[in-house]
């Protein structure tokens, strides 16, 4: 053998052993690749800013996010379904003038509750008919006439058009006291009263302490006259007592005038059946000691309370126009009678004696 020069019986194995080595590596190298492209990649990810929407969000919480996070799977929403009211719409209406209701006996009968719905009260419109229809007021159904109903609010009747209504049928009442033996005045009383009809007799309706003096004894005579009648009423016919502060003066020789006040076609005189709200705006119709003797003097107030048969008012009533017309105002209605309170005592607000106690309802 030559120097230099690899003998053949070693270059074999030394040639093998490099192409092993090669080719090892070489599948080791792909295997490494076949597992990175099994593995999921991450394009781009910042924790920080992930973090910061999270928290500040576009809603309260992370669940809240408009956009999914990357990689997240969601499912697609279905639009919400609309939920409609199944109460309908009521119509919204208003008594034309003041009426009655009534409940609904069978299809085509009626029956009046006695209720009081007055000229300008607001109403749910339940059902529309002919001639009835039914409506709601204060979480109560009723049926009224449908021509008592209108969608516009009527316009609310002025002060002075109450008062010239109330005006002629408001007396001025003066009664003489005297010693039954002798004759003798020896006091006198003055007040307010209304005509009305009590069983076909002509009676002027006031306070028992107009015609009852301190000591329990009723007057001589009365003299009676009406703000658009030149004629003095004489009696001397008289009931009151009791504990209601109420007082009758029958009018014995009534004439055509007088006569025609209390006809029920012309009388101006609706009772209220209705209690009246705290608050509620009431007229006093009289001949007040500082006003006017031949014609009425109006003073106004609220209904401040209620003491037993009593409605307390802050309108003003004195000595001379108790007696005379308590009216209140949403229903253009006979309240009651004002009775006076002297300033000074428990209080100085004025009552009104309820006319349904009067008449016994």
Known sequence: MQRGFIQTTLLIPILVGILVIGIGGYMLGIRQNAEKMDQPQTIFKDTAKTDDIQSEGLGATGNDLIS???????TPQENPSIIQNSKPAFSIRYIKDTTYTNIKISENSFKSTGK???????????????????IEIDNQRFWVFSSDLVINEPSTTKLSDIIKKWRPIVAYVECD????????LYAQGRG????????SQI??????HVIVDNNGYQPYSCRIKLPNDNTTFLSQKFTGGGTIDIGLIDISNPNTYIRSLTDISTSPLNFCRQKPSLGDDVIILGYPTIGSQTDITATEGIISGYDGNYFITSAKVEQGNSGGA???????????????AKSGSVESLSRIL????VLGQ
């Open 68 to 74: 999914p996070k990357i990689g997240e799977t969601i």
């Open 116 to 134: 009081t719905l007055y000229k300008g009260t607001r109403v749910i419109l339940i059902s529309e008919g002919d001639p009835f229809s039914e």
């Open 192 to 199: 307010s009263g209304v005509v009305i009809d009590f069983d």
């Open 326 to 340: 308590a009216i209140l105002v949403k229903g253009d209605c006979y309240l009651g009678i004002p009775s006076f």
């Open 354 to 357: 309820d006319i349904n106690v």
């Open 203 to 208: 009676t002027i309706i006031t306070n028992r």
């Open 177 to 184: 006291f005297r010693d039954t033996n002798t004759n003798q």
